[in-house]
């Protein structure tokens, strides 16, 4: 049974760098062709991609972020961690991080498991 | 502004079909990338409901369908019931410079 749980501040100040954990179970990161990924969701908005690393620590980053987040994993202790810095209120959001791997039977890739959310507040 | 474009909005009686349109460009879905949907409850994550294309994750029941052509995807709910009411989400992946995963700006189901 996979789950994932995301961690960290629920308010930060503008300017501040926030760092988020998610800590999975069920799953190996070190696996060949798993990844975990970060989305955001402001309030009653859209689902914005963040950030993705694989089993083989290949990482990705939103090109609008690049410069702000980054990604990184701990096999051994089923985390991985998001650093987002220069925090502003529009990042006002619920962050997720969720599983990605390839279907058993069918080998279709997708985004199959996600976390409960954790939403930071950006506020002096 | 999402890369995936999805009508805001859309609604329908208990019982009726609707549908919901999901469309990318070539560097996306047009490229051959598979797309996903995803629905969120109220207050709750994102769950996988059709996976590369038109298949269901076990327990999503039949009366949720995808289908995939050229540049657009679409969702079909049939037999609309009151717990559908949901926002839907399309995603799929995209090779410019746009990002990696892209979703769609997401649609929200009114059962009347």
């Not at chain 1, 503008?14 to 760092?19: A, G, N, Q």
Request: charged fraction near 15%; proline fraction near 6%; include cysteine.
């Amino acid at each position: 049974q996979i789950t994932l749980k995301e961690s960290g501040p629920t308010l930060v100040k503008p300017t501040e760098t926030l760092t988020l954990t998610c800590t999975f179970s069920g799953f190996s990161l070190s696996t060949s062709g798993v990844a975990v990924g970060w989305i955001r969701q402001p309030p009653g908005k859209a689902l914005e991609w963040l950030a993705l690393i694989y089993g083989d620590d290949d990482k990705r980053y939103s090109p609008s972020l690049k410069n702000r987040v980054t990604i990184t994993k701990d096999s051994s202790k089923n985390q991985v961690v998001l650093r987002m810095t220069n925090m502003d209120p529009v990042d006002t959001a619920t962050y997720y991080c969720a599983h990605e791997d390839n279907d058993v039977l069918t080998g279709y890739r997708s985004i199959d498991y996600w976390g409960q959310g954790t939403l930071v507040t950006v506020s002096s | 502004q999402s890369v995936l474009t999805q009508p805001p909005s859309v609604s329908g009686a208990p019982g009726q079909r609707v549908t919901i349109s999901c469309t990318g460009s070539s560097s996306n879905i047009g490229a051959g990338y598979d797309v996903h949907w995803y629905q969120q409850l109220p207050g709750t994550a994102p769950k996988l409901l059709i996976f590369g294309n038109s298949n269901r994750p076990s327990g999503v029941p039949d009366r949720f369908s995808g289908s995939k052509s050229g540049t657009s995807a679409s969702l079909a709910i049939s037999g609309l019931q009151a717990e559908d009411e949901a926002a839907y989400y399309c995603q799929s992946y995209d090779t410019s410079l746009r990002g990696l995963w892209v979703f769609g700006g997401g649609t929200k189901l009114t059962v009347l």
